[in-house]
């Protein structure tokens, strides 16, 4: 997989589950991040570090914080995934080869763009070797079409949807809209996973490899999305749901507990935009004004005690305890799972990806408010934390959508 911290954990249990039953786990990861992942000590992995992050990465980056979300940011992430395999293939090739040209017993690779993993899918699924399809991105989406799971482009928000409008099933032109967005993304993932971001694939002598035949032939898809949470859609008996399920066991560390249960508190609002929000990016309108924090304490000077700082927060825990009152994310899947789980109202700023149709799912479904990244204000930000958290009806549409997990 490629720079995808959450992924990894999403996968962990999965992966623990074979560990404990006797089974080799190994976990290929790319990026240029400076240490990788802290797995347990019965799973082995290849850590591969990148020198940088692919141009086209970070062009993404930066413009993602002014642009509207589109589909064509599908393909700049799936080029960064193929330059990402042609720089380890160039500059590693010794720890690159010794994965790919393992015999594995299955294969389970991550659909987000990880034109490495596709790479070992590919290789395994022509010795004979099951594959898991892992998703919880765009792709999804239109592999649903592809095999027929999916609901009508028409009948959802589209998965690059502009924040400015609000989707609306019963405007002919909302759908039309929609479904004129899936069509195009539908394309784009064609054009960019079959076509363009090839560099690498071919670098590995593959000549036919088709990300759909890749679907298509894995014996098992496990889906970390919650795209049914606003109507039913057929599914298959190798399709596994996994989004659908609330972990609520989660304990709260000590001195999280201690700030959260803190008797003068009227309860916890939690922050927090994930680990790819790339907060350098963002424009002086945001950081100055709206969020100044951007990961430099010293821009918030004599903050109270009832603000606590901190690079790491165990959001699950955070959103499962019942002093918390609200919470302001970028939206991304694992957010909005958690704040269903927890039945937390939730105030959304999507910055790219599929994190707009998720909040314009979340507001169709009636549990948040969504911020536009490139008009949003303090004042809308205070005026939209006021409403979920003095409204109970947030909260009431909460708990319908938990009955469904």
Not at 19 to 37: I, R
Not at 166 to 172: M, P, R, Y
Not at 258 to 270: Q, R, Y
Not at 295 to 324: D, M, R, S
Request: aromatic share 12%.
């Amino acid at each position: 997989m490629h720079k995808s911290t959450s992924h990894i954990i999403t996968m962990m249990p999965f992966a623990k589950r074979l560990a404990k039953d006797g089974h080799q786990v190994h976990f290929l990861e790319t990026h240029s991040n400076p240490k990788p992942f802290k797995y347990p000590p019965d799973i082995n992995y290849t850590y591969i570090r990148l020198k940088e992050e692919p141009n086209s990465a970070h062009s993404y980056l930066a413009l993602t914080w002014e642009n509207a979300p589109k589909s064509l940011d599908v393909g700049y992430a799936w080029m960064a995934g193929d330059s990402a395999l042609v720089e380890i293939l160039k500059n590693h090739p010794n720890q690159t080869r010794k994965v790919l040209d393992e015999d594995w017993d299955m294969v389970v690779f991550d659909e987000i763009f990880s034109v490495t993993s596709h790479a070992l899918a590919y290789k395994a699924t022509k010795n004979g070797r099951p594959t898991v399809y892992f998703s919880t991105s765009a792709p999804v989406y239109i592999t649903d079409y592809y095999f027929s799971t999916g609901t009508s482009l028409a009948i959802r928000p589209a998965i690059q949807h502009k924040i400015s409008t609000t989707f609306d099933v019963e405007s002919f032109m909302s759908r039309l809209q929609a479904f004129a967005n899936g069509v195009e993304l539908s394309l784009v993932v064609n054009l960019f996973s079959n076509y363009f971001a090839q560099e690498g694939i071919k670098r590995l002598g593959i000549e036919d490899f088709s990300y759909f035949g890749l679907a298509r032939d894995s014996s098992l898809h496990y889906i970390d999305s919650l795209n049914q949470l606003l109507s039913p859609a057929p599914t298959t008996t190798d399709r596994l749901d996994i989004a659908y399920f609330c972990d609520k066991d989660e304990k709260l560390p000590e001195d999280y507990r201690k700030f959260v249960e803190d008797p003068a508190s009227k309860g916890t609002i939690l922050i927090a935009f994930g680990s790819n929000a790339q907060w350098k990016f963002a424009p002086k309108r945001l950081t100055g004004s709206y969020f100044s924090f951007n990961g430099v304490p010293e821009q918030l000077p004599n903050l109270g005690n009832h603000v606590l700082l901190t690079e790491w927060a165990p959001q699950k825990a955070l959103l499962l305890h019942n002093k918390t009152v609200a919470y302001v994310s970028h939206g991304g899947i694992k957010s909005l799972k958690d704040a269903v789980c927890g039945g937390v109202p939730v105030v959304f700023m999507p910055i790219f990806a599929e994190q707009s149709y998720n909040a314009e799912m979340s507001r169709a479904a009636g549990f948040a408010h969504v911020l536009d990244k490139t008009s949003a204000t303090a004042a809308q930000l205070q005026t939209s934390l006021r409403d979920i958290i003095g409204n109970k009806k947030y909260r009431r549409a909460l708990h319908f959508m938990f009955a469904g997990l």
